[in-house]
């Protein structure tokens, strides 16, 4: 019995509520959010601690033992994304606290942002499939919200494609439950790990089990189910941006991972390979939607899309290596992709435009920002020693060794052509010089705006160059990690073999 | 009754797609609430339908005594119908503010923020 596991979900979610109570005191507000995402990460380091030295954690919910009760299970996967989300969090809300407007902030932003990462972290951390779903639905309701926040025209057309598609994917998402609950009768995802072998008709497990990939491929932007992310993710502030950018996807992905290690694993030869089509082509769409565009987060938005074809191919190709370096690649991404964001909405508070054409010039005026966007972009394309290379290398390496040549073609190929995005990005806007534009420049930032918006993003680049340096550190986690997923015996005995000692 | 209701969540995942291809958006709107109905439905008739024995426990037992129905369906239901109607609010909310700031109900106008 592990009470500390429904801490990562408790702090956001009671602050969230006192939030909303602190409505008119935005100063209250503002630090309540700090705290309270401050202390998420620590409660996260602390759970990585814990999980490292003791193995997995259980918390059965209300004392009902599993698989009656909901129970909260914190393997090392699911603590890692608990911290990275606790990161994520902390950063961006120092960031949004002077780059966000009076306007947002007014109407409950450090709420919803708060229940967000209840969301999120409540879905890293169930251990209950039903439950999983409720935790999706908090996230994504927190999402909808934050999305349209502000009601700008495009924010309108954003959310509604958003909304539409991620709905659609819950019904999936319920509908494969509904299924699979009145296959088995149970919702626990450890006795489903059991009993699922037993059940005779496995043809009928293949369907469920393309159920929930489809469900899953829609929330993390898979090829060819991604199409509502480059339509939304550029009209939000940057800021919420920034949050989507780097958690909503990877939940899908988590999902992906939790369910196709644990669940889903009689008949890998079809199941996986029908992934690792999805993640080769996922890559090779988004990295060519990429080199189409010419604004600043739509050039992000569709590299979320490629980055997740690598997550899915570590996961497709089912060998230690390669989910050890799908785990590798999640933890890199998230810091990475959260990063570019932030730096491009530093652009654009220095030049007032995403667009490509209207900026330029930042080299000149801002050299501190450009060291800070080539760090986490080089990272990105996978040039070496940053944290990119890493996971790109120990993925080709894996894929090399289970003799899956093209999508080790793939993942290269695609690696120079996100180069090639970095480089556009650079050129257009820190290397050219600045257009003539009619409009007055922006104010230049100074004090604390000036402290606020660049801390969280050197943070995030000195991690970046941190899991670079100290590769082997990161790797030894996600190892063990790795080592925890392929072996679904020891999540299965960490939650249901305590019921049958006592 | 399993078959009957087999058919009927069958006709309202029929309808709601079809309602979501249209270019309305009211309609697409429709379409997501019987998509979420028709999951609901599905969820309550794939968990076995057992009538006329609910899961009492008869006094002085501490289980049911023989077959009874299976309570955790409905209350599943209970659940994702609450999830449904709370998203379901805020999509017409939105299709609403949507109609406002673009000012039309045609899906095909949409485009501003494609790619």
């Known amino acids: 019995m592990s009470p500390e596991i429904a801490l990562p979900i408790l702090i956001p979610l009671l602050s969230a509520a006192v939030s909303v109570a602190l409505w008119r005191h935005m100063a209250l507000q503002r630090s309540l959010a700090v705290l309270a995402t401050g202390a998420l990460l620590a409660t996260g380091l602390v759970l990585l601690w814990e999980v490292w030295h ?6 059965d919910m209300g004392v009902w033992p599993a698989p009656f009760g909901i ?5 090392l996967l699911a603590a890692i994304m608990v911290v990275l989300a606790g990161f994520t969090g902390f950063a961006v809300t120092l960031y949004s606290l002077v780059s966000l407007d009076r306007e947002h902030e007014n109407f409950g932003y450090y709420p919803l942002l708060l229940l967000l990462l209840a969301g999120v972290c409540g879905a890293f951390l169930t251990g209950d499939i039903f439950n999983l779903f409720v935790w999706f639905e908090v996230m994504l309701i927190a999402s909808f919200a934050l999305l349209v926040l502000g009601g700008r025209r495009t924010q309108m057309e954003g959310g509604l494609k958003y909304v539409t598609l ?32 037993e059940v005779e008709e496995q043809g009928l497990v293949t369907v469920l089990s393309l159920l929930f990939m489809i469900a899953f491929g829609i929330k993390a932007a898979a090829f060819p189910l991604f199409f509502w992310l480059p339509a939304s993710y550029h009209t939000p502030p940057v800021a919420i941006s920034a949050v989507f950018a780097g958690l909503l996807t990877k939940v899908g ?14 008949d890998v030869g079809y199941t996986h390979n029908l992934l690792l089509w999805g993640a080769g082509l996922t890559m090779l769409t988004g990295v060519l939607g990429a080199a189409a565009q010419f604004e600043f987060r739509r050039i992000l938005s569709f590299h979320i899309i490629s980055q997740i074809g690598y997550m899915l191919m570590g996961l497709a190709l089912f060998t230690p290596l390669a989910v050890l370096g799908g785990i590798f690649y999640i933890v890199h991404h998230i810091v990475v992709k959260t990063n570019l964001f932030l730096v491009s909405g530093v652009a654009r508070r220095l030049r007032g435009s995403y667009e490509l054409r209207d900026l330029g010039g930042l080299y000149r005026s801002a050299p501190g920002l450009s060291v800070l966007f080539l760090i986490p972009a080089l990272s990105l394309a996978g040039m070496p020693p940053l944290s990119g290379f890493f996971g790109k290398f120990i993925l080709v390496r894996a894929g090399l060794e289970a003799g899956a040549y093209a999508i080790v073609f793939v993942a290269l190929l695609v690696g120079l052509l996100t180069l090639y995005s970095m480089v556009k990005i650079w050129a257009e806007v820190f290397w050219k010089p600045a257009p003539e534009s009619a409009s007055p420049p922006p104010p230049p930032l100074r004090g604390r ?4 918006l660049y ?8 991690v970046t160059v941190a899991i670079g340096l100290g590769a082997a550190w990161v790797y030894d986690v996600a190892e063990a990690a790795a080592a925890q997923l392929l072996d679904p015996a020891l999540y299965v005995e960490a939650v249901l073999g305590r019921g049958r000692l006592q | 009754m399993e078959p009957l209701l087999a058919f009927v969540i069958g006709g309202l995942y029929a309808a709601a797609l079809f309602m979501m291809l249209r270019r309305s958006i009211v309609k697409l709107v429709i379409g997501l609430m019987l998509l979420s ?12 339908l057992t009538r006329g024995v609910p899961p009492l426990v008869p006094e002085g037992l501490t289980r049911p005594d023989g077959l009874s129905a299976d309570p955790l369906p409905q209350a599943l239901v209970l659940t994702a119908i609450v999830i449904s109607f709370g998203v379901l609010a805020f999509a017409v909310v939105l299709i609403h503010r949507a109609y406002v700031a673009v000012g039309t109900d045609d899906l095909r106008r949409l485009r501003d923020t494609d790619t």
Do not use: C, Q, W
């Open chain 2, 37 to 48: 109905n028709a999951a609901n439905l599905l969820i309550f008739t794939a968990a076995g």
């Open chain 1, 449 to 452: 705006e000036r402290l606020l």
């Open chain 1, 253 to 266: 992905v988590y999902a992906l991972f939790r369910v196709f290690t644990l669940i889903f694993t009689h």
């Open chain 1, 455 to 462: 801390a969280p993003i050197s943070a995030m680049a000195a």
């Open chain 1, 166 to 197: 991620n709905l659609i994917a819950s019904a999936i998402f319920l509908t494969a439950v509904g299924l699979l609950y009145g296959m088995v009768g149970t919702l626990n995802m450890a006795d489903l790990s059991v009993k699922l072998a």
């Open chain 1, 54 to 59: 003791d193995g997995i954690l259980v918390m």
């Open chain 1, 71 to 75: 129970a909260l299970v914190a393997d």
